[in-house]
T-cell receptor
Framework: RKEVEQDPGPFNVPEGATVAFNCTYSNSASQSFFWYRQDCRKEPKLLMSVYSSGNEDGRFTAQLNRASQYISLLIRDSKLSDSATYLCVVNDNDMRFGAGTRLTVKP | NAGVTQTPKFQVLKTGQSMTLQCAQDMNHNSMYWYRQDPGMGLRLIYYSASEGTTDKGEVPNGYNVSRLNKREFSLRLESAAPSQTSVYFC???????????FGQGTRLTVV
């Protein structure tokens, strides 16, 4: 079993749609969690950290479920500019990335 | 403030050649990482350094060596390049092993 697993997609959604991504992890001792965004042929950039209580940043909401060992990212009112690959990161003293979920938002 | 700087940005090597990828950060971060990303795939951790003077293997360390030269610099060396090492290499740094990482712009390496 991979340490960090994501649905690879692709997700193709119309503008304004709500889309959710999930990511499961195998190491129950993992201590910190993040969502990154990667545009084609660019470096990953931090989208948001994921806290136990859940957190929201504008149209983006991240959740952590330690009991079931998964994290989620919800994007509301999606924009064309949200098209990218979204990478979940699980950190247990070494930062491990999921393979990424590709999102395309269409007009 | 440059953040994380990687050199070179592009490189073509012949099979068997050696080279060193350089990475430097100016954020006074303790931890540094090297990843590779193959087409259509996520990032795989090659080596990381929790702090100056320490290095540890990641998921795919075979064929690579690293040096944490000082707090700012973390280099990745390919002693004898193979076509399977054709990839995009990213260096990253973070304040600690548990905080978010910031990435360099990547090195696109082709081994022919």
């Amino acid at each position: 079993r991979k340490e960090v697993e994501q649905d690879p997609g692709p997700f193709n959604v119309p503008e304004g749609a709500t889309v959710a991504f999930n990511c499961t992890y195998s190491n129950s001792a993992s201590q910190s969690f993040f969502w990154y965004r990667q545009d084609c042929r660019k470096e990953p950039k931090l989208l948001m950290s994921v806290y136990s209580s859940g957190n929201e940043d504008g149209r983006f909401t991240a959740q952590l479920n330690r009991a079931s060992q998964y994290i989620s990212l919800l994007i509301r009112d999606s924009k064309l500019s949200d098209s990218a690959t979204y990478l979940c990161v699980v950190n247990d003293n070494d930062m491990r990335f999921g393979a990424g979920t590709r999102l395309t938002v269409k007009p | 403030n440059a953040g994380v700087t990687q050199t070179p940005k592009f490189q073509v090597l012949k099979t068997g050649q050696s080279m060193t990828l350089q990475c430097a950060q100016d954020m006074n971060h303790n931890s540094m990482y090297w990843y590779r990303q193959d087409p259509g795939m996520g990032l795989r951790l090659i080596y990381y350094s929790a702090s100056e003077g320490t290095t540890d293997k990641g998921e795919v360390p075979n064929g690579y060596n690293v040096s944490r030269l000082n707090k700012r610099e973390f280099s990745l060396r390919l002693e004898s390049a193979a076509p399977s090492q054709t990839s995009v290499y990213f260096c990253a740094s973070s304040g600690s092993l548990l905080t978010e990482a910031f990435f360099g712009q990547g090195t696109r390496l082709t081994v022919v």
